[in-house]
């Protein structure tokens, strides 16, 4: 583990119920460009589960698309020229759901960053359980 969870909170504006990654796992270089890999345990105590399917509970896809920024936004707002800063959720592309999340999984996260531009950034992420991809999307932020 790279960063906990008290680390990852020094870097993102997030916090409970909203803060939706757990650990930072991995940070590297592929390619030229930036992955990051992140984790979200998921606990039947979740509050969005009072009232998403409590009788068969789901992560909600929202917040699995939430999580996947999240972890990007991470590794953008920890570098020192937008420190302080607030990375905005702009758009989801290509979203695909492909398997629920529900409690007990973790949520491993993978997300390979492009090109940050006069405060626009883009990023590709996929979250699986397991093995099992469980969601994709291309990313779109905005940082202020």
Do not use: W
Request: charged residues 25%.
């Amino acid at each position: 583990m790279l960063y906990s969870s008290d680390e990852i909170k020094e870097i993102l504006p997030h916090r409970y119920p909203f803060l939706l990654i757990d650990r930072i796992i991995d940070l590297s270089k592929i390619d030229g460009q930036v992955v990051i890999k992140a984790q979200k345990c998921v606990s039947s105590n979740e509050g969005f589960f009072q009232g998403h399917f409590p009788l068969h509970q789901v992560m909600p896809g929202v917040l699995i698309l939430e999580a996947m920024a999240q972890a990007g936004a991470f590794y953008v707002l920890s570098l020192d020229e937008y420190k302080g800063k607030i990375a905005y959720f702009a758009g989801a592309d290509k979203v695909k759901f492909r398997r629920q999340v529900i409690p007990g999984d973790v949520l491993n996260i993978e997300v390979t960053l492009g090109e940050v531009r006069r405060g626009i950034g883009y990023g590709f992420a996929k979250a699986y359980v397991e093995e099992s991809l469980a969601c994709q999307a291309e990313l779109t932020f905005v940082i202020k």
